[in-house]
Each structure stands twice: as structure tokens, then as C-alpha cells.
């Protein structure tokens, strides 16, 4: 809802997608191989953190593509905007699961160390938008630069403000996790 945002969401939204995607195909490495990938329809364990995470990105994916089609159709019709709006509602709270999902699968590794804190999930959203914000920058400076698309000096400026305050609390947030382990 913050109006000088908007003119960065259709990036955002496309880069959100390419992301999502690339997470999904580290879904199918985990799977050992597209091949098994029927195996997920057929015989979905909901006990496995792996059936977790390919419905948290199935669901996160689905919502990328409605916004996608409903943010690049609404210039005509404001009927559609109603409904931008509505997907945008749930568009954050399953990107927090699917953040939140990978958090759980990597502190039930037990091999791995410091990776076991319940504040693990927190961890991984903070740096999710770090590493989301940070490529959103880098793509718009890159766009500007190759004249493909035109952004402002402030609002890249207010972006780059947002990224060190998330950054900030992604430092607090390791540093807690330093300290408790």
C-alpha cells in the first residue's frame, strides 16, 4: 500500500518469481530427480518437511502468477485492481511460511551446526529480505543503467534505507542466535 513502491512492484514481483522457481528445483534436487516428482501427488507424506516445503512454494508460486497477470491486466480494468489488492494480502504471510518452512527443514538437520534455535525461522525471513531487497536493488540499478527501466535516485535511496534497517535486525537477530548458542 505504499504508493512510491508501486512503481518498482511488477520487478519485484518478476524477480519474486524467478526466485520462487529456483527454489522449486532445489525441491526436485531434494527429490532425488525430476523423475520422482509424481511421487509428491501420489503419495504425499504430510509427516516430511519436504511435503511442507513443496506446498508452502506451490502456494507461493500460485500467488506470484496471479499477481503477476492481475498487475500487468488492472491498467484497464479497476475491477482488477480489487483483486491485486486481496492477492497481495496473502502474498506475505506465505512468503513468510516458505522462509519459515526451510528454517525448520535445516534445524532438523542435526548435522549441522548452529542450526538448531527456535530462532532459526526469524533468521531466515530477516535474510530473506536482505538477499530479496538487495537483488531488487541491484536489478533496478542494472535496468536503469541499460535504459530498460526508469527509477528515481530517492526511491532506489529509500530502498537502500529499507535494506540497512534489515539488515540491521537480520544482525540482531544472528547475534542472538551467536549468544544463545
Given at each position: 500500500g505504499i504508493k512510491k513502491y508501486k512503481a518498482v512492484a511488477l520487478p519485484a514481483v518478476i524477480?519474486?518469481?524467478?526466485?520462487?522457481?529456483?527454489?522449486?528445483?532445489?525441491?526436485?534436487?531434494?527429490?532425488?530427480?525430476?523423475?520422482?516428482?509424481?511421487?509428491?501427488?501420489?503419495?504425499?507424506?504430510?509427516?516430511?518437511?519436504?511435503?511442507?516445503?513443496m506446498i508452502v512454494i506451490t502456494c507461493y508460486l500460485?500467488?506470484?502468477?496471479?499477481?503477476?497477470?492481475?498487475?500487468?491486466?488492472?491498467?484497464?480494468?479497476?475491477?482488477?485492481?480489487?483483486?491485486?489488492?486481496?492477492v497481495s494480502r496473502f502474498a506475505l504471510p506465505v512468503a513468510i511460511l516458505v522462509h519459515s518452512v526451510t528454517a525448520w527443514i535445516f534445524g532438523l538437520e542435526v548435522a549441522r551446526e548452529a542450526w538448531h534455535t527456535a530462532i532459526l525461522a526469524p533468521i531466515f525471513v530477516a535474510s530473506a529480505l536482505?538477499?530479496?531487497?538487495?537483488?531488487?536493488?541491484?536489478?533496478?540499478?542494472?535496468?536503469?543503467?541499460?535504459?530498460?527501466?526508469?527509477?528515481?535516485?530517492?526511491?532506489?535511496?529509500?530502498?537502500?534505507?529499507l535494506l540497512c534497517t534489515c539488515i540491521a535486525v537480520d544482525a540482531y537477530f544472528i547475534g542472538c542466535e551467536i549468544l544463545t548458542t
Amino acid at each position: 500500500g505504499i504508493k512510491k513502491y508501486k512503481a518498482v512492484a511488477l520487478p519485484a514481483v518478476i524477480l519474486s518469481l524467478v526466485c520462487i522457481c529456483c527454489a522449486g528445483i532445489c525441491v526436485l534436487v531434494d527429490l532425488g530427480g525430476i523423475q520422482r516428482i509424481w511421487r509428491m501427488f501420489t503419495g504425499l507424506n504430510f509427516l516430511s518437511p519436504l511435503a511442507w516445503d513443496m506446498i508452502v512454494i506451490t502456494c507461493y508460486l500460485v500467488i506470484n502468477l496471479v499477481y503477476l497477470y492481475f498487475m500487468t491486466s488492472s491498467k484497464a480494468d479497476p475491477s482488477k485492481v480489487a483483486v491485486v489488492a486481496i492477492v497481495s494480502r496473502f502474498a506475505l504471510p506465505v512468503a513468510i511460511l516458505v522462509h519459515s518452512v526451510t528454517a525448520w527443514i535445516f534445524g532438523l538437520e542435526v548435522a549441522r551446526e548452529a542450526w538448531h534455535t527456535a530462532i532459526l525461522a526469524p533468521i531466515f525471513v530477516a535474510s530473506a529480505l536482505d538477499s530479496g531487497l538487495a537483488l531488487l536493488v541491484l536489478a533496478l540499478l542494472g535496468l536503469r543503467a541499460r535504459g530498460v527501466f526508469e527509477t528515481t535516485d530517492e526511491l532506489l535511496t529509500s530502498l537502500a534505507g529499507l535494506l540497512c534497517t534489515c539488515i540491521a535486525v537480520d544482525a540482531y537477530f544472528i547475534g542472538c542466535e551467536i549468544l544463545t548458542t
